[in-house]
């Protein structure tokens, strides 16, 4: 029979995707949380961060983002194409 000390080592050893994706959205916030919702949106069109403004930085509306704009985010922050998608919606 396993202690509690080992059944919490055990499941505190393996991060759970949720655990993960905290980790990738303080990155990501960390790294680009001072783009603009709308700079964002020339990536992932209008629906993207829906019912903030345009001049709203993703710092203040990540916390906030539904399922599809957060797994956008995600999704290139995770492959590296993030930084380059957000460098050439600015040029």
Do not use: C, W
Request: proline content about 2%; overall charge positive; aromatic content about 4%.
């Amino acid at each position: 029979m396993l202690s509690l000390a080992a059944t919490m080592e055990s499941s505190m050893s393996k991060p759970g995707l949720d655990n993960r994706h905290r980790n990738h959205d303080g990155d990501i916030s960390h790294k680009h949380g001072n783009t603009l919702v709308s700079t964002l949106r020339k990536i992932y069109g209008r629906g993207f961060a829906a019912g903030y403004p345009d001049t709203e930085k993703l710092s203040e509306v990540m916390l906030q983002l539904n399922e599809t704009s957060l797994g956008q985010l995600r999704r290139d922050h995770e492959t590296g194409h993030l930084e380059h998608k957000i460098a050439k919606a600015l040029k």
